[in-house]
C-alpha cells in the first residue's frame, strides 16, 4: 500500500486482506532489532541521545501516573509482582514502587536506560528482549506501553505476557492507533511506520488477538473516538466463550488513507487556525 513511512523513510507497508493488519514487508529479525536497540541508535534517531535526559524521566512519571489511574479499579487487592516490558528509564515502575505496589522488575533492551533505571531509580531491570524473558515468578502488573508495535511476533509476547500473569492479575496495554491519522493536522497516512514501528494496529485488529490468545479486555480507553492511541487494560478469559469481532474492510483503510492524504491542507489550515484562536 506504500513504500514510504514517516518523513520519507523508504518502507514497504503492506496489509493483509484477511485482517486488515497493516505491517512492514520484509522486515529485520529479532537479532537485528535486538542488536539496533541495544547499540543506542534508537534513542538517538528519536530521543536526540542514547543518554537518559531528566525531561523524559519527566514524561515517563506522568504516564505511570496515567497508566495506574487507567488500571486502579480491576487491580486484585493482593499485588505479587509488577513487571513492565520496555521500562526504558524505570521512572513508570518507580512511580508504583513508590505508591506501595510492588515487588517491581522491568525489562528493556537499550543499555544506557536499563543503567539508569538500576543507578539512579534503584529500579530491578534486565537489559534483553522480552521474547528471552525467562521466569518462574508471576505477575498481578504486567505493563505493555508503546511496546508491541516493536516485536517481531507481537501475538507470542502476547501468549508469553498471558503465561506470565496471576490468574487474577491485569495486563495494561498500548499501541499506536492507525485510526488516530484524523487527529494529525501535518503527516501523512503512514507517520507511525518507522523501521522499528513492525506493526501499526486498528482497535478491531488488536481486539481479536488480544482473544485469540485468551485475554478478554476489561476496559478501553478510547479518546476522541478513538483518534489516539488504542488503550486496554486485559485479564484472563476463557476462549471457548469468546465473541471473536469482524475484521475491517481492508478497501475501506486504503481508501480512507488516501482520502486522508488528500485533505492534509485543509486539515492542516483548520489546526492552525484553532491554535490562534
Not at 518502507?11 to 543506542?40: D, H, T, W
Not at 530521543?47 to 479499579?73: A, T
Request: net charge positive; glycine share 6%; proline share 5%.
Amino acid at each position: 500500500v506504500s513504500n514510504r513511512g514517516r518523513d520519507g523513510i523508504k518502507l514497504r507497508i503492506v496489509i493483509c486482506k484477511q485482517c486488515s493488519l497493516l505491517f512492514l514487508n520484509p522486515r529485520a529479525s529479532m537479532q537485528e532489532y535486538k542488536e539496533f536497540y541495544n547499540s543506542g541508535k534508537c534513542s538517538e534517531i528519536y530521543r536526540g541521545s542514547n543518554k537518559v535526559k531528566e525531561k523524559y524521566v519527566q514524561n515517563q512519571f506522568r504516564k505511570g501516573k496515567s497508566i495506574l489511574n487507567k488500571i486502579s479499579p480491576f487491580l486484585p487487592s493482593k499485588i505479587d509482582g509488577v513487571l513492565e516490558v520496555g521500562s526504558t528509564a524505570g521512572r513508570i515502575l518507580s512511580y508504583f514502587r513508590d505508591r506501595g505496589y510492588g515487588p517491581i522488575q522491568g525489562i528493556d533492551p537499550e543499555k544506557e536506560y536499563v543503567k539508569y533505571a538500576r543507578e539512579v531509580l534503584k529500579v530491578d531491570t534486565m537489559e534483553g528482549i522480552f521474547e528471552e524473558f525467562k521466569t518462574n515468578g508471576k505477575y498481578s502488573i504486567i505493563i505493555m506501553s508503546h511496546v508491541l508495535e516493536h516485536i517481531v511476533d507481537p501475538i507470542s509476547a502476547l501468549k508469553h505476557a498471558r503465561e506470565l500473569l496471576a490468574s487474577d492479575g491485569i495486563i495494561y496495554l498500548e499501541v499506536p492507533n492507525l485510526y488516530s491519522i484524523s487527529f494529525r493536522s501535518s503527516n501523512n497516512w503512514f507517520y507511525d511506520f518507522v523501521p522499528e514501528h513492525i506493526y501499526v494496529f486498528t482497535p478491531r485488529v488488536i481486539e481479536k488477538i488480544v482473544k485469540r490468545i485468551g485475554l478478554t479486555i476489561l476496559k478501553n480507553h478510547p479518546q476522541n473516538n478513538y483518534r489516539h492511541h488504542i488503550c486496554l487494560v486485559l485479564g484472563h478469559s476463557n476462549i471457548s466463550t469468546i465473541k471473536m469481532p469482524k475484521p475491517d474492510n481492508w478497501l475501506y483503510l486504503i481508501i480512507r488513507g488516501l482520502l486522508y492524504n488528500l485533505t492534509t491542507p485543509f486539515r492542516r489550515y483548520y489546526f492552525q487556525r484553532k491554535r490562534l484562536i
